[in-house]
């Protein structure tokens, strides 16, 4: 079966840093993808992962260890505009790739 | 560039309608995903297109839904006998190649009241 899970709402501080969690359990994988989702917008693409270890770019980073099916998220500096919905999916490999989707973290940035 | 389209951007039908929901990917895009998303809920994954044909449409929920890519560009979401339950966001996502980081159009926004 697949199943994803990740923490439903967090909540931080301007300035801060804050990490987003990801544990996975699927019968095929090709990689993770982490996607920002801001209110009744389409998901934008932040990062992938598909060999351990930590991926930077700017502000945010994303780690993956495949033997703990496991992956985080994490955003430095944080902003007001940062408060979203961040997306765990994990591509499940074959001829398709789809990504199978956690629920999202709600995360609010306050002042 | 453009990005991937989806048209149109809400749609307000009756129970028992019939609609299409219509996706522009972007241009060179091989691989073309549907995704059905409920409030509070993440994507989850309808039909996937590699050219014109279907080549995964394990995540159609029942034979109401269908999908086309005649010419292997634009894809077209059918729904038959509209049902509440349907009512949902329905994105679309494209990428270069299976594999490749999936790119999604803004979604359209289904009511069936």
């Known amino acids: 079966g697949q199943n994803i899970d990740q923490p439903t709402e967090m909540t931080a501080t301007e300035g801060a840093i804050v990490q987003i969690n990801c544990t996975y359990q699927t019968s095929g994988f090709n990689g993770l993808f982490w996607y920002q989702q801001h209110a009744g917008e389409a998901p934008t693409f932040l990062s992938y992962?598909?060999?351990?270890g930590l991926e930077e770019k700017g502000r945010f980073s994303s780690f993956l260890s495949r033997s703990k099916g496991y992956s985080y998220l994490l955003l430095k500096e944080l902003q007001m505009k940062d408060s979203a919905s961040y997306l765990c999916a994990v591509t499940h490999g074959g001829a398709t790739n789809k990504l199978i989707f956690g629920t999202g973290t709600l995360l609010a940035v306050q002042p | 560039g453009a990005g991937v389209s989806q048209t149109p951007s809400n749609k307000v039908t009756e129970k028992g309608k019939y609609v299409e929901l219509r996706c522009d990917p972007i241009s060179g895009h091989t691989a073309l995903y549907w995704y059905r998303q409920s409030l509070g809920q993440g994507p989850e994954f309808l039909i996937y297109f590699q050219g014109t044909g279907a080549a995964d449409d394990s995540g159609l929920p029942n034979d109401r839904f269908f999908a086309v890519r005649p010419e292997g560009s634009v894809s077209t979401l059918k729904i038959q006998r509209t049902e509440r339950g349907d009512s949902a966001v329905y994105l679309c996502?494209?990428?270069f190649g299976s594999g490749e980081t999936q790119y999604f159009g803004p979604g359209t926004r289904l009511l069936v009241l």
């Open positions: 996502a494209s990428s």
């Open positions: 992962n598909v060999l351990d």
